[in-house]
Antibody
Framework: QVQVVVSGGRVVKPGRSLTLSCRTF????????MHWVRQVPGKGLDWLGV????????YYTDSVKGRFTISRDNALDTTYLLMNRLTFEDTAFYYC??????????????WGQGTLVTVSS | QSALTQPPSVSAAPGQRVTISCSGS????????IFWYQQVPGTAPKLLVF???KRPSGTPERFFGSKSGTSATLAISGLQTGDEADYYC???????????FGGGTKLTVL
């Protein structure tokens, strides 16, 4: 059974950095792209970026390009989201998700439970 | 502003059929597959439909996705109170090379 477990969310001051982790179980992690999506409570889904199965392709939405970086460790079945220069507007629940397709980039399929990042002084 | 446009809310009675629309443009919906997600408040989104009209295991046949040109539709028949949730469409944007979601539609089962 596929499981996606996100961790690392906490309260952080503006301007600081934070890394979220996303550990996966129950599928061949090395064969799937991984997405990160966030959601401000009460608002819609905000796609952040995706990293291909082998790390050769990565795409980000403009609002986080240059500040956020997705990485992965296929030996640990884990993906990471490094967030730099955090602002109040980055306060949200953060989700990671496995892609639908094998060895391609499409859209998210299996989502983790989300972790809350609160940027506050 | 979302690149895909959905109605903010829809409602219908139990047992009825409801449709949720999703409109975009030639460089997102028309040239790429549409995905639909269901999110019950307080939980993570769940994939309902992928590749326009395919259902992953676990999605009841009551949920039906379709696409025509720059618009897509999610139809839900035989509405149940458990279907109350927020529904999002999503697709790939060829020009920006990003995933785009609609703003979400809140379904109320009266």
């Amino acid at each position: 059974q596929v499981q996606v477990v996100v961790s690392g969310g906490r309260v952080v001051k503006p301007g600081r950095s934070l890394t979220l982790s996303c550990r996966t179980f129950g599928f061949s992690f090395a064969n799937y792209a991984m997405h990160w999506v966030r959601q401000v409570p009460g608002k819609g889904l905000d796609w952040l970026g995706v990293l291909s199965y082998d790390g050769s392709g990565e795409y980000y939405t403009d609002s986080v390009k240059g500040r956020f970086t997705i990485s992965r460790d296929n030996a640990l079945d884990t993906t990471y989201l490094l967030m730099n220069r955090l602002t109040f507007e980055d306060t949200a629940f953060y989700y990671c998700a496995r892609d639908v397709a094998f060895a391609e980039i499409t859209l998210p399929r299996d989502w983790g439970q989300g972790t809350l990042v609160t940027v506050s002084s | 502003q979302s690149a895909l446009t959905q109605p903010p809310s829809v409602s219908a009675a139990p047992g009825q059929r409801v449709t949720i629309s999703c409109s975009g443009s030639d460089f997102n919906i028309e040239s790429n597959d549409i995905f639909w997600y269901q999110q019950v408040p307080g939980t993570a989104p769940k994939l309902l439909v992928f590749d326009n009209n395919k259902r992953p295991s676990g999605t009841p046949e009551r949920f039906f996705g379709s696409k025509s040109g720059t618009s897509a539709t999610l139809a839900i028949s035989g509405l149940q109170t458990g279907d109350e949730a927020d529904y999002y469409c999503g697709t790939w944007n060829d020009r920006l090379r990003i995933v785009v979601f609609g703003g979400g539609t809140k379904l109320t089962v009266l």
